[in-house]
């Protein structure tokens, strides 16, 4: 009888946490309509401004490192190379287009500016895997990027970070006033770091 006692008692205990838990939801756009991540039928991943901050996602080789089926390269000049799910489809020449998008609030963006300049109070960032032609045209054969910036109202903030290398970043953004209901937002950042080369030679 104490045995069956104790076992009630420990399933009882065990399972309490698992019942108080809650998911947290997530809104994305990703179908151009704002719906909850859990009722999207696409392969997307969400990636929060506060999760890239809290990880140090500072520009598109962070993200690389850090996020599964997405790879950068760097190329010649300011070339970029994009590989979503390890697909890519190299296009060479003035005429050829890229195969993945990178987007800034839903319009296509410059990818070497995108992947450099830095995710700079993004409320979040959205990654679409596969083929998106249907809803977002030419560009997206193997997917795309939308990072979306954080609107008026987001709260202030200021973030400084400093490395090897040279390495210092200073991010802040702060909300305003412009007049009765309408407000403003400015961010603004600033990034420095020593070139480095590797000698192959000495190692």
Do not use: C
């Not at 809104?27 to 704002?34: E, G, I, L, S, W």
């Not at 009722?39 to 140090?56: K, N, R």
């Not at 996602?57 to 190379?81: P, Q, R």
């Not at 603004?188 to 080369?197: N, Y």
Request: aromatic fraction near 4%; charged fraction near 20%.
């Amino acid at each position: 009888m104490l045995k069956k006692y104790l076992i009630a008692v420990s399933i009882a205990v065990l399972s309490f946490p698992v019942l108080s838990q809650t998911v947290e939801e997530v809104t994305v756009t990703a179908t151009r309509q704002a719906e909850s991540l859990q009722d999207v039928a696409l392969s997307v991943q969400a990636i929060t401004g506060e999760d890239l901050m809290e990880q140090h996602i500072e520009t598109a080789s962070d993200l690389a490192d850090s996020t599964t089926g997405v790879s950068f390269a760097n190329g010649i000049g300011s070339g970029i190379t994009v590989k979503l799910r390890g697909l890519i489809v190299p296009g060479i020449g003035a005429a050829t287009v890229a195969a993945a998008d990178l987007q800034l609030n839903g319009h296509s963006a410059a990818q070497g500016a995108w992947a450099e300049v830095g995710f700079l109070d993004a409320e979040r960032l959205e990654i679409l895997e596969g083929p998106q032609g249907t809803l977002y045209g030419r560009n997206t054969t193997t997917g795309l990027m939308n990072l979306i910036s954080a609107r008026p109202g987001a709260g202030n903030y200021l973030k400084t970070s400093v490395g090897e290398d040279g390495y210092t970043m200073v991010k802040t953004a702060a909300d305003f006033d412009v007049r009765a209901n309408i407000q403003g937002r400015i961010a603004i950042s600033k990034f420095d770091k020593d070139g480095v080369v590797n000698n192959l030679g000495t190692g």
